[in-house]
């Protein structure tokens, strides 16, 4: 399809059925997602189940090497994959060893800084400014905290500090990611995490009035899609790019 025919805005909130996260993206290849399953309704058990447990996943790319805590009294440490697993209802504290960054109910689907400091847009963006400082490994997508970090164990620095940047500099003795760059670090994970690997569909209408439907397919790493018609026998491929919150397709910025 000639991209001018389907550019819509969709509130990343819809598509995780979630109502936490409030930006808004252009996405051409999202008008309907019906078929995306981030956040899933949890899988079939029977009733004499005693507990039922639910798999999520922190993301600012995914983050692993996180602390978390469930109020069933589970712990542990989140996975390459950024996964992480409670009892279903459960509040999940996510922590660098005894420095606590928030917490969030578990589910299914992704969590993110956003999520975990829902009321304090700058809290949440010097969590990602710190996570991504404190990356061990910078040749992957994945942001790595060191085993047995304990670095800010006996820090009581604020997340909502206004000086937050320059006292946690000092604790650290290393220059924190620019909240510029954390932010749009974290817009393109979240974005990517969205689209890889899922199907959406769209609907429109040419310029002779006749409608269409497509299936669009994202590769796993988001940097490829394929649409299908579902009207017609016409396919296609674009290349993709995300950078920030901003999707090019082609080389075409959407």
């Given at each position: 399809?000639?991209v001018?025919?389907?550019?819509?805005?969709?509130?990343?909130?819809?598509?995780?059925?979630?109502?936490?996260?409030?930006?808004?993206y252009?996405?051409?290849?999202?008008?309907?997602?019906?078929?995306?399953?981030?956040?899933?309704?949890?899988?079939?058990?029977?009733?004499?189940?005693?507990?039922?447990?639910?798999?999520?996943?922190?993301?600012?790319?995914?983050?692993?090497?996180?602390?978390?805590?469930?109020?069933?009294?589970?712990?542990g440490?989140?996975?390459?994959?950024?996964?992480?697993?409670?009892?279903?209802?459960?509040?999940v504290?996510?922590?660098?060893?005894?420095?606590?960054?928030?917490?969030?109910?578990?589910?299914?689907?992704?969590?993110?800084?956003?999520?975990?400091?829902?009321?304090?847009?700058?809290?949440?963006?010097?969590?990602?400014q710190?996570?991504?400082?404190?990356?061990?490994?910078?040749?992957?997508?994945?942001?790595?905290?060191?085993?047995?970090?304990?670095?800010?164990?006996d820090v009581?620095?604020?997340?909502?500090?206004?000086?937050?940047?320059?006292?946690?500099?000092?604790?650290l003795?290393?220059?924190?990611?620019?909240?510029?760059?954390?932010?749009?670090?974290?817009?393109?994970?979240?974005?990517?995490?969205?689209?890889?690997?899922?199907?959406?569909?769209?609907?429109?209408?040419?310029?002779?009035?006749?409608?269409?439907?497509?299936?669009?397919?994202?590769?796993s790493?988001?940097?490829?899609?394929?649409?299908?018609?579902?009207?017609?026998t016409?396919?296609?491929t674009?290349?993709?790019?995300?950078?920030?919150?901003?999707?090019t397709?082609?080389?075409?910025?959407?």
């Amino acid at each position: 399809r000639d991209v001018t025919f389907l550019k819509y805005t969709i509130n990343i909130k819809n598509l995780n059925k979630r109502e936490k996260m409030k930006k808004s993206y252009k996405l051409s290849l999202a008008a309907i997602a019906a078929s995306i399953s981030l956040v899933g309704c949890g899988s079939d058990s029977d009733s004499t189940s005693a507990v039922e447990k639910v798999t999520g996943q922190f993301v600012d790319t995914y983050v692993s090497g996180l602390n978390y805590a469930c109020s069933s009294g589970t712990t542990g440490i989140t996975n390459s994959m950024g996964e992480y697993t409670c009892n279903v209802g459960d509040t999940v504290e996510f922590s660098l060893g005894d420095y606590v960054l928030g917490t969030a109910t578990a589910s299914e689907g992704i969590v993110t800084p956003e999520d975990i400091q829902p009321d304090n847009s700058d809290a949440a963006l010097n969590v990602a400014q710190l996570l991504q400082t404190l990356d061990t490994d910078l040749t992957d997508d994945i942001i790595t905290i060191a085993e047995n970090f304990t670095d800010l164990d006996d820090v009581n620095i604020s997340l909502d500090d206004a000086n937050f940047d320059d006292l946690m500099e000092t604790e650290l003795e290393v220059a924190l990611v620019t909240e510029e760059d954390a932010q749009n670090h974290l817009d393109e994970a979240e974005l990517t995490v969205l689209l890889a690997g899922n199907t959406f569909y769209l609907v429109g209408s040419d310029n002779t009035g006749d409608n269409w439907i497509d299936s669009v397919v994202f590769n796993s790493d988001a940097t490829s899609l394929t649409w299908t018609s579902l009207t017609d026998t016409e396919s296609g491929t674009h290349s993709v790019v995300i950078e920030g919150d901003t999707i090019t397709l082609d080389g075409d910025e959407i």
